[in-house]
């Protein structure tokens, strides 16, 4: 009889002469890092089981079945490694290591049945909080912008219900409350692709959360973020090549011309955009070359000249504008799109399906209510006029993948201009 090992729920039993096993182990839970080995074929050669490290020894996993003897549901039988094989991952087998596998199933145990919950209570699961639902996501592996819009649909559906029930009644208004929320929160569930929680659920819990919270005290962390808005340039030892972070979109660190900066030239490379807010940065790579013989090359001087350094803020602030509105000017004109995707990098395309498609789904719905409450015929103008007008711009989108404008965005251009 091998040793027991102590504070393991598993049973060991040494196997018999002509069972080509040396311990058998007997386990109430399954052990799913565990391998087998798997015999060769004609095609295929032996793969060993998994390597097993118990009481300084290392044994091959050749056998897991299962089983029912003296109440345990699982059965692996294992030998001494045979040296011709490499070890490729070793597992070892110890009560800590066992009480980490117990621990990952009773996780996964956990979520698996959070998700069937959530699942079973989607209507009441998606009025949560956005954060709440990003949580849950991350979880159970649900799309909560899904259960979102279910939980909205549900809602809208019942308040569709109860609306004649409730007429005559104090409790009127709160249908029609209950109508219109439920319809925005699902308009912006398949919109933005995100969680919508009901208001009457995330005021109360935003309230709770500003009166218990208590922001984490950061070692070392300054009060003030000093030196926020300044550019950073960052040398790689033994590279040709620097980094340069600015809070500011600038254009003299991007394209192909030669940029000199402290007396050396370099080409850029790529930039990209990386964190939020006061930590925001365009990250600029550039390589070093040889000084131009002729053609134009640029300048980078950090400060930057009060006429520069007004321009690129200049530029920043019209950029983020464009990008913070990017739906808004998803309604604009063909040419207007194009020339902020010119630029400021925007992304007409995707603005122009987004908007087309929150037409489409306000035309259907309006139509839907006009044909069931027996509207007069005229009523059906803005609604079918909203269904050509959507499905002829996401067409354009995707036959000719350009921009297509409303007319609203025509109306509301001559009152409101996007960036220049």
Known sequence: MPPQPKSLRDRLVTGGPNEGVEIWIYSVAAKPDWRARLKGTLTRADHPGSAIQYNGKIFELVSAE????????????????????????????????????????????????????????????????????????????????????????????????????????KY????????????????????FRRPCGALWVVLPYRL??????????????????????????????????????????????????????????????????????????????????????????????TPRPPARQEAVEKFTRKYDLAHSFALFWGFYPRKEQLRLNLVYEYDGIRNTQITAGIFLFVAIIEASITFLYHAPIFMQAGPVYLLGESAYRLYRVKAFREPAGSVVGYVIALIIRPPK
């Not at 009127?172 to 398949?190: C, G, I, N, Q, T």
């Open 66 to 169: 299962e089983t029912v003897q003296w109440g345990y549901n699982h059965r692996y039988g294992l030998r001494a490694w045979d040296s011709a094989f490499a070890i490729r991952t070793l597992a070892a087998y110890t009560p800590e290591a066992e009480a980490a596998v117990e621990a990952r199933q009773r996780e996964e145990a956990r979520k698996a049945g959070f998700r069937i919950r959530v699942l079973w209570l989607f209507p009441f699961a998606g009025l949560a909080p956005a954060s709440i639902q990003d949580r849950w996501e991350l979880e159970t592996g649900l799309s909560m912008a899904w259960v979102s819009a279910g939980s909205a649909f549900f809602f809208l559906l019942a308040a569709l219900a109860l609306r004649e029930l409730t007429e005559e009644t």
């Open 172 to 191: 009127y208004p709160w249908v029609l409350y209950l109508a219109a929320e439920s319809f925005f929160r699902l308009l912006a569930a398949a919109t």
């Open 208 to 301: 709770w959360h500003a009166l218990t919270y208590t922001p984490p005290k950061a070692a070392g962390r300054p009060a003030v973020l000093s030196g926020a808005m300044e550019d950073e340039v960052i040398r790689r030892p033994g590279e040709n090549s620097i980094q340069v972070r600015s809070p500011f979109y600038d254009s003299d660190l991007m394209g192909d011309a030669p940029v000199r900066i402290e007396g050396e030239f370099y080409k850029p490379r790529h930039w990209h955009r990386e964190g939020k807010g006061l930590l925001r940065r365009w990250v600029y790579e550039l390589e070093k070359i040889e000084p131009p013989l002729a053609g134009a090359s640029r300048e980078f001087i």
